[in-house]
């Protein structure tokens, strides 16, 4: 059974498939990012124009009008953003490398970073009906790993335990509302457990992935095991749980994680699949939670969100599905589920005494039957009157004098 051996961070995602661009890389050079720490440049990726089926979920431009992250920063830790992405450009804040020290997070050898910043921020662009759920947040990239889990065996470079528990630690002091971590050990860590407490102390909200080896052990899955923290797992197109989503009482919320289209390094898009592309569509509600109703704290944010997630297949909390799936229109828009207390029943109507209706219908009788016998008599007077008038009038009666 595979786990993440002690210290090591692991980019919870399971399948990465960019959209290759044939084009040769010679005459792209121009717009590819430079990135000289990689030790691999990532592939080269195509813009692609197709409606994402997580975006037909939550129809993104339904939301803008109301809320769009305006205000707020999201610190994506992973392996680094691509800032000169078309749908990224302006929205990357100068980050950390803890890979390598001289970097400012704006170097992704694998990708990973760059497709999960985009799920939270992608603007609009022509052409590409891709874009973000919070497409007016800020992305604080923190490079902390290179390292992903393909067919149970761990690639790449990533740093030590200590040094993602300092990472945490670093965005919280730099002003991160929402920590998007999209990353996991498989060991509990008393640094990074202290951090992730720092963090909520500091009131940020923090959201993780709870990993990828559903079918391989289901081991607990840190940050997201820890109390306080988010944890999200992956649905697919058809609303159920992906087979590689883990479970258990970590599970709060489930997103869409397979199949997911995002921004790729290069200016293109890709393909993934994983509880890492989860996490930030969960972080990007947060986001939007936080810029509308800035008098929440993160807690009250946490809440609202696992309040307000529409119903899953196992019933309305399970270790599959947590509390269900997430629902950004709702946790914005949603107060009555967890804001305001349900309103006080309805204080009935004094119920009559057993007599009075009877006394009432009683009453109600005796005055029809004066009314006509009332309206018959008048009726017969002047009928009375108008036969003695015509009498007299035929027999020439005047007034007396």
């Given at each position: ?41 990532p592939a080269l990726s ?257 809440r609202r969100i696992i ?84 009498r007299g009038a035929r ?7």
């Amino acid at each position: 059974m595979p786990r993440g051996r002690a210290g090591l961070l692991i980019l919870g995602a399971l399948l990465a498939v960019p959209v290759v661009d044939p084009t040769p890389a010679s005459a792209v050079r121009a717009v590819t990012l430079s990135v000289p720490a990689c030790h691999s440049r990532p592939a080269l990726s195509r813009p692609v124009a197709d409606l994402p089926w997580s975006q037909q979920r939550y129809a993104p431009d339904r939301l803008v009008p109301l809320a769009a992250g305006t205000g707020v920063t999201v610190a994506v830790i992973d392996s680094g953003v691509d800032a000169r992405h078309p749908q990224l450009r302006g929205k990357v804040v100068r980050g950390a490398d803890f890979l390598d020290p001289s970097g400012d997070g704006a170097t992704d050898c694998v990708g990973h970073g760059t497709a999960v910043a985009s799920i939270i921020a992608a603007e609009a662009r022509r052409g590409v009906q891709f874009r973000g759920l919070a497409p007016r947040a800020r992305i604080l990239p923190v490079r902390v790993s290179e390292q992903w889990m393909i067919n149970g065996r761990e690639v790449g470079r990533t740093v030590t335990a200590a040094e993602f528990a300092r990472a945490i630690r670093w965005a919280v002091d730099r002003g991160a509302d929402v920590l998007n971590l999209s990353v996991v050990l498989y060991e509990d860590d008393p640094a990074v457990r202290s951090a992730v407490r720092y963090a909520l102390d500091r009131d940020v909200v923090v959201v993780a992935a709870v990993g990828n080896l559903h079918d391989n052990g289901n081991p607990a899955p840190y940050p997201a095991a820890y109390p306080g923290v988010l944890g999200v797992g992956a649905i697919g197109p058809d609303g159920a749980r992906a087979p590689f989503s883990q479970v258990g009482s970590y599970v709060d919320v489930v997103a869409p994680g397979s199949d997911v289209l995002a921004a790729a390094p290069g200016g293109g898009h890709g393909r993934h699949s994983g509880t890492s592309y989860a996490v930030p569509f969960v972080s990007a509600t947060a986001a939007l939670v936080r810029g509308y109703r800035p008098d929440l704290s993160a807690a009250e944010v946490v809440r609202r969100i696992i309040a307000t997630a529409d119903p899953a297949p196992a019933g309305s909390r399970s270790h599959e599905y947590g509390s269900g799936v997430v629902n950004p229109y709702r946790a914005v828009t949603d107060t009555a589920a967890v804001d305001r207390p349900p309103p006080p029943a309805p204080t009935p109507a004094a119920l009559p005494e057993p007599a009075v209706p009877a006394d009432q219908e009683r009453r109600a009788r005796e005055m029809s039957l004066w009314v006509a016998a009332a309206g018959g008599g008048i009726a017969g007077a002047v009928a009375l009157a108008a036969r003695v008038l015509t009498r007299g009038a035929r027999r020439r009666w005047r007034p007396a004098a």
